[in-house]
C-alpha cells in the first residue's frame, strides 16, 4: 500500500515538474509563433481586432514575394561573412591568452582577467562614439573590418574565461609527456589541447557566431552601402517614412533565424557541455 502510494505521488510530481516546464517552453516560444503565424497571414488580416492567434486562412505568399522585393541573400550572405570571420578572430586571441593564463603564472596575472572581465560589462553604445573615431582614423569606414573587429573586442573577454576554465581542467601530465617525446608547445596545443577542448570551443563560437550575426548598431554606424548590410540592418532598412510592412520584415526574420536553428541543432550537445562544464570551472 505504502509502495502504491509513494508511486503515486511520483507520477503526481513528475506531472507537476513537465506541466511547469510546458508552460514556461510556451511562454517562451509565444513571441516566434506569433512571429510565423504573421508572416502566414494575409495583409489584411495582421491587424485585426481581436487578433487571431491561429491564421484562418494560410498564405505563404510572403516566402515567394521576399526573394524578388528585398535584398534577403545578399543579407544573409554578409551576415555569414561577418559571423565567420568574428569568429576567426576571436579565437586567434582568445585561445592563445587564455593558455598562456591557464598554464603559466606571471605578475598581473589575475589583474589582466579581472580586466578583461571589466570590458564585458561596458554596453556597446557606451563605446560607439570613441568606436566611431577610431575606425575614422583607420580609414576602415563601410568596410567589413568596421564591424568584425568591435564585434570581437566584445566576444573577446567571455571566450577568454570560458576557454581559460576549461584550460585548467586539463591534466598538465598530458603536455609533459608530450613535451619528453620531443613535441613543440604549438603541436602540443594543436594536437593534444585543443581536441580536448572542443566542448568549449564549440561553445565559443557559437557564443561568438550569434552575437556577430545579430549585430545591428555597429552595422547601422559603420556601414553605409546597402550591399554590405546584414539581416539585421537589412529588416531595419525597409521601416519606411509613412508604413511598415510588417509581414515582409517578419519573414525576413524567420528566414535569417533559420541558420542560427540549424546551428543550434547539429552542434547542441557540444553547446550544452561547453556552458555546463568550462564556464563554469576556475
Known amino acids: 500500500m505504502s509502495i502504491k502510494l509513494s508511486e503515486s505521488r511520483s507520477s503526481l510530481q513528475q506531472v507537476r515538474i513537465y506541466g511547469v516546464l510546458i508552460i514556461i517552453l510556451g511562454i517562451m516560444m509565444f513571441p516566434f509563433y506569433t512571429m510565423i503565424s504573421t508572416t502566414l497571414k494575409p495583409a489584411g488580416e495582421i491587424f485585426n481586432s481581436p487578433a487571431q492567434v491561429i491564421p484562418q486562412n494560410l498564405n505563404p505568399s510572403a516566402y515567394f514575394q521576399v526573394w524578388g522585393e528585398t535584398e534577403v541573400i545578399t543579407w544573409v550572405m554578409n551576415s555569414f561573412i561577418i559571423s565567420i570571420s568574428?569568429?576567426?578572430?576571436?579565437?586567434?586571441?582568445?585561445?592563445?591568452?587564455?593558455?598562456?593564463?591557464?598554464?603559466?603564472?606571471?605578475?598581473?596575472?589575475?589583474?589582466?582577467?579581472?580586466?578583461?572581465?571589466?570590458?564585458?560589462?561596458?554596453?556597446?553604445?557606451?563605446?560607439?562614439?570613441?568606436?566611431?573615431?577610431?575606425?575614422?582614423?583607420?580609414?576602415?569606414?563601410?568596410?567589413?573590418?568596421?564591424?568584425?573587429?568591435?564585434?570581437?573586442?566584445?566576444?573577446?573577454?567571455?571566450?577568454?574565461?570560458?576557454?581559460?576554465?576549461?584550460?585548467?581542467?586539463?591534466?598538465?601530465?598530458?603536455?609533459?609527456?608530450?613535451?619528453?617525446?620531443?613535441?613543440?608547445?604549438?603541436?602540443?596545443?594543436?594536437?593534444?589541447?585543443?581536441?580536448?577542448?572542443?566542448?568549449?570551443?564549440?561553445?565559443?563560437?557559437?557564443?561568438?557566431?550569434?552575437?556577430?550575426?545579430?549585430?545591428?548598431?555597429?552595422?547601422?554606424?559603420?556601414?553605409?552601402?546597402?550591399?554590405?548590410?546584414?539581416?539585421?540592418?537589412?529588416?531595419?532598412?525597409?521601416?519606411?517614412?509613412?508604413?511598415?510592412?510588417?509581414?515582409?520584415?517578419?519573414?525576413v526574420a524567420v528566414i535569417g533565424v533559420i541558420p542560427l536553428l540549424l546551428l543550434f541543432a547539429f552542434l547542441e550537445e557540444y553547446i550544452v557541455a561547453g556552458m555546463t562544464s568550462g564556464a563554469v570551472k576556475d
Open 86 to 251: 568574428t569568429v576567426l578572430l576571436t579565437l586567434s586571441l582568445a585561445i592563445p591568452a587564455a593558455y598562456v593564463c591557464a598554464r603559466k603564472d606571471f605578475v598581473g596575472k589575475r589583474t589582466f582577467l579581472l580586466a578583461v572581465l571589466v570590458v564585458q560589462m561596458f554596453a556597446p553604445v557606451i563605446l560607439i562614439v570613441g568606436l566611431f573615431d577610431i575606425i575614422v582614423t583607420l580609414d576602415l569606414m563601410d568596410s567589413y573590418l568596421s564591424v568584425i573587429i568591435p564585434s570581437a573586442a566584445f566576444t573577446l573577454p567571455f571566450n577568454i574565461w570560458m576557454l581559460y576554465g576549461y584550460f585548467k581542467t586539463i591534466p598538465v601530465e598530458l603536455e609533459e609527456a608530450a613535451r619528453i617525446d620531443g613535441a613543440s608547445q604549438f603541436l602540443i596545443l594543436r594536437k593534444i589541447v585543443l581536441p580536448l577542448t572542443k566542448p568549449a570551443l564549440v561553445a565559443s563560437i557559437t557564443y561568438t557566431f550569434l552575437y556577430a550575426w545579430n549585430r545591428l548598431l555597429f552595422v547601422l554606424t559603420f556601414l553605409t552601402s546597402s550591399g554590405k548590410y546584414n539581416v539585421p540592418r537589412g529588416i531595419f532598412s525597409m521601416v519606411g517614412v509613412l508604413s511598415v510592412d510588417w509581414r515582409m520584415m517578419l519573414t
